[in-house]
């Protein structure tokens, strides 16, 4: 099995481990070099070493201050050299055991941080689903242990491809009816409940003739989901069509029926399961201000989605710039 790539750490993490890592490097060289001059007659063996009367030297004057500081001897042995050796080495092992704690704090915390912008980017609804099991694996888990290591990278990897498999390409279409509040003054509450209902059986029908995935209604307005940028255009045009045959033998208020449609299309994280109320992304975001900038009677949207489109024809540079895009518009003739 290959190995996968374990989180990221964080960079002042990594600074610590570094530090201590580097402090037990340095306390091993001085228990070395105190260590040391006890083989010196060893190596001095009838040659002449200028460095090791250096260090026989340097060793003197170090035993030295520690005996005065706290002599230490055992009948008559003298055991300063032997304490030191050992306090450090004591040293040296908190040491290990606190870079140990830390490299497994740091381990936790590069996995909690993938995990948190693994649930930001999963779609609302489908990120709990998608993480339980991660969680379930973080809280069995053993950072000093390989294959305990190995089965989060592996649970997380599996929910990453999850993740990538609810990625789609989306056509997101917003219709409001205009002036909807001035609609209603005046007008008989039955009437109003009436035309409303009817209007939005209306919009229900053709959202689904074209396929529509699934849709979020606000008391006036609607977002629905298509597969195909084609698919949300055709919906947009037959619901201003239909319109007005609407008008003219369904509706009882005085003022007629008239939307302002906006679309917008991209790649998007989809599941079927979450509701589109709940679905959140910037290409949903645009989509609704495009709306909210459209002429009554029209469809805005950006200008790049148009070549695609078979049903082009209507469309014209609506000569406003909308979430920074240029903004095309289509109008019946």
């Not at 014209?316 to 289509?330: F, I, L």
Request: hydrophobic fraction near 45%; charged fraction near 25%.
């Amino acid at each position: 099995m290959a190995k996968l790539p374990g989180p990221a750490i964080p960079l002042h993490l990594r600074i610590v481990q570094f530090t201590l890592w580097l402090s037990r490097l340095a306390l091993l060289i001085a228990i070395l070099l105190v260590l040391l001059p006890l083989i010196i007659p060893y190596l001095k063996a009838g040659v002449s070493h200028a460095w090791i009367d250096q260090v026989q030297t340097l060793d003197a004057r170090a035993i030295k201050w520690v005996r005065a500081a706290s002599p230490v001897d055992l009948g008559g042995v003298e055991l300063t050299r032997w304490i030191l050796a050992g306090a450090l080495y004591i040293v040296r092992t908190v040491l290990g055991g606190m870079r140990r704690r830390v490299k497994n704090a740091a381990y936790r915390a590069s996995v909690q941080r993938d995990l948190e912008a693994l649930q930001v980017a999963a779609p609302s609804g489908a990120g709990a689903r998608l993480v339980a099991p991660i969680k379930e694996k973080i809280r069995k888990l053993d950072p000093g242990n390989d294959e305990s290591r190995a089965e989060l990278l592996q649970v997380m990897a599996e929910a990453k491809r999850k993740l990538e498999s609810m990625s789609r390409d989306l056509a997101f279409l917003s219709i409001d009816v205009a002036d909807s509040t001035k609609m209603k003054v005046g007008e008989e509450k039955t009437d109003i409940e009436h035309d409303f209902r009817e209007y939005k059986n209306l919009v229900d029908s053709k959202l689904r003739s074209n396929g529509s995935l699934k849709a979020a209604w606000t008391p006036d307005g609607v977002m629905a989901c298509f597969p195909t940028i084609d698919a949300a255009v055709k919906a947009a045009q037959e619901v201003i069509s239909g319109l007005d045959a609407f008008n003219a033998n369904v509706k009882l208020v005085r003022s007629n029926f008239t939307v302002r449609c906006g679309i917008n299309a991209g790649r998007v994280y989809y599941d079927e399961q979450t509701p589109m109320e709940e679905m959140s992304d910037r290409v949903i975001d645009i989509a609704g201000h495009m709306q909210k900038y459209a002429q009554p009677g029209t469809i805005a949207c950006p200008k790049q989605l148009i070549k695609p489109v078979q049903q082009r024809e209507g469309f014209r540079d609506a000569g406003r710039v909308v979430d920074g895009y240029e903004t095309y518009q289509w109008t019946r003739d």
